[in-house]
């Protein structure tokens, strides 16, 4: 296996961008303070225009900075995660401050340059604020190329559709699978014949409905859950999809149903799609390894979460756990595994793949 070892790299650049951003953000309070006196009292408005751009210019490198480290990291700093946080409208928000300041200034003591200031810092308060509709916009727009895709190849259900509403009403994390990753799922299990498939997470079932619709009639999916309140709900919604012949729902630790089920002797499945918690995702595709048979295929959701993944010294054990996964899925000879990128209404995150190779 090739480790990715930008580890040193990482660390000082992590350093450097939070000493910078940290001293930006120091800076941009003074300035703030400075302004304030020089437009209620204090003469010194030049200096206050010169230390204006200064620190506009030191603000936008360090927000650029501390956007790419938090995309790059996503890990907090001090000034990073305020900019990080508030973004571009953040940034509209702070050149409109120091455009009204200086507009009172301007027409306190009818100076022509400090309303020029004003009138650039208004500017570049447009500017972010475009910016940030462009986001929003795409945002949107991503939304939208979902909703047409779906409504093109997620064929309707009405029981499908009846169990997201229950979901929603009783207040379920709205983390379910999009319609259109619903019928990938679906498109996967039917591509490889799958008669048995093994799901682990089931929140109110939404995925586990489409995994059962491509079962044959004597198919079956067991699906494993440990919060009773989001079992519960997954169990009516089986019920109003009248599947509940099909799927089997187990309530319980994920762990302990997977070595309940080996022992058992329950496998081998199809299909396995690992949904639940990520810090346990390693050890799930270990276990889906032992319950699985040459030629199955193993599906995991979440594995890029947002890019998180990348950030190589991250403290988050989710993160940590995800990136072990990957690391073991591209070197384990027992599988042909990849991972793809999603973006769409569940934002930007991805699949990781494993077709079983080799004689569990
Ligand atoms: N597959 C579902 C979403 C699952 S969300 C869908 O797309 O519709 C993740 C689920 O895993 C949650 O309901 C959570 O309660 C469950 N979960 C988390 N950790 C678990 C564990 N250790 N054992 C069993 N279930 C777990
Ligand atoms: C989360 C969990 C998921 O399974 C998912 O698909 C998206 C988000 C979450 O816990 O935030
Ligand atoms: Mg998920």
């Not at 938090?70 to 700093?77: A, I, V």
């Not at 998180?308 to 054990?317: E, K, P, Q, W, Y």
């Amino acid at each position: 296996m090739r480790r990715v070892r930008r580890s040193d790299v990482d660390r000082w650049m992590a350093r450097f961008v939070g000493i910078v951003s940290s001293l930006c953000g120091l800076g941009a309070i003074a300035i703030l303070v400075r302004l304030g006196i020089a437009a209620f009292s204090v003469p010194h408005r030049l200096t206050a225009g010169a230390l204006l751009f200064g620190a506009a210019i030191v603000l936008i490198a360090g927000f650029f900075l501390s956007v790419d480290y938090r995309l790059t990291f996503n890990r907090p700093n001090l000034y990073g995660s305020i900019l990080g946080l508030t973004g571009w409208r953040g940034l509209g928000v702070f050149f409109v401050a120091i455009a009204a300041v200086l507009a009172v200034q301007a027409a306190r003591r009818r100076e022509l340059d400090a309303l020029a200031y004003a009138l650039v810092s208004a500017a570049a308060s447009c500017w972010c604020w475009m910016r940030a509709f462009r986001i929003g916009r795409r945002q949107n727009d991503r939304r939208a190329v979902d909703a047409y895709l779906d409504a093109c190849y997620a064929d309707f259900d009405d029981a499908r559709a009846a169990a997201l509403q229950a979901n929603r009403a009783a207040q379920l994390p709205a983390i379910d699978i999009s319609p259109s990753q619903g019928k990938f799922l679906q498109l996967l299990a039917r591509s490889i014949g799958a008669q048995r498939i093994l799901e682990i997470g089931t929140l109110g079932g939404y995925s586990t409905l489409w995994l059962a619709g491509s079962l044959p009639p004597d198919g079956r999916v067991i699906t494993l859950e440990f919060n009773p309140r989001h079992a519960a709900v997954a169990r009516s919604n089986f019920e109003r999809a009248g599947l509940s012949d099909r799927i089997e729902l187990r309530e319980g630790p994920a762990l302990e149903s997977l070595a309940a089920i080996e022992r058992a002797q329950e496998g081998p499945f199809d299909v396995f799609f690992i949904d639940a918690d990520w810090v346990n995702h390693p050890q799930y595709f270990t276990w889906a390894l032992k319950l699985a048979r040459r030629g199955s295929l193993i599906v995991f959701d979440n594995v890029v979460r947002d890019g998180a993944i990348v950030d190589t010294h991250s403290r988050d054990a989710a993160v940590r756990a995800t990136r072990e996964l990957h690391e073991r899925l591209g070197s384990e000879p027992r599988v042909l595994a990849t991972a793809l990128q999603t973006v769409g209404e569940k934002g930007h995150d991805g699949f990781a793949l494993a077709l079983v190779v080799a004689d569990s």
